[in-house]
């Protein structure tokens, strides 16, 4: 009777012993290496930069400015390299509408420059729609020589006033 009692306590033991799988501990779970570039040193995967999408992922991708020449509006090889750049982004990007803003150094007369900055911003927008951004993502506007970027008198700050800046407005992610 005590051979068929402790049989049948060991039976019981084995079948609740299979019955239950431990569960692995972190200790028991494997070790993702680090990853490394050619050289053997261990690679940084944390995202860096801006967020996609943003208004500052925007500026850093595309840029955010094309420069004029004293009285012109006509657009440089390199505002259109610029342009070109955001043209792709905002496809990249369909829901996003920009405001192109046209500026003027602090030379000539508040309704010259007015008009001038207007014709800047309006070169702009022609070339980014002629890339095949929608005109109806597009304003425009003119700040003449009311918002320097820079407000020294010199021919270095000047140059740099005189542009036409993109700033997204609505429809980004962000």
């Not at 609740?16 to 570039?37: G, K, V, Y």
Request: a negative charge; aromatic letters at 6%.
């Amino acid at each position: 009777m005590k051979i068929k009692l402790f049989a049948v306590a060991v039976l019981g033991a084995f079948a609740t012993a299979c019955a239950s799988t431990p569960q692995p501990d972190d200790n028991d779970l494997p070790i993702e290496p680090p990853i490394t570039d050619n050289g053997g040193d261990v690679v940084d995967t944390t995202p860096q930069g801006p967020a996609e999408g943003s208004p500052e992922h925007f500026t850093q991708t595309a840029g955010d400015r094309v420069f004029f020449g004293l009285d012109r509006h006509d657009l440089s090889p390199e505002a259109r390299t610029t342009l070109r750049r955001q043209a792709a982004w905002l496809a990249s990007y369909p829901g996003a509408r920009i405001l192109v803003a046209g500026n003027c150094d602090e030379r000539g007369t508040r309704e010259y420059n007015l008009a001038l900055g207007a014709r800047r911003a309006n070169a702009a927008r022609d070339y980014l729609i002629s890339q095949g951004v929608d005109a109806s993502r597009i304003s425009t506007t003119s700040y003449g020589k009311e918002n320097p970027t820079c407000s020294q008198s010199s021919e270095q700050c000047w140059a740099i006033n005189r542009n036409a800046t993109t700033t997204l407005v609505g429809g980004y992610t962000n």
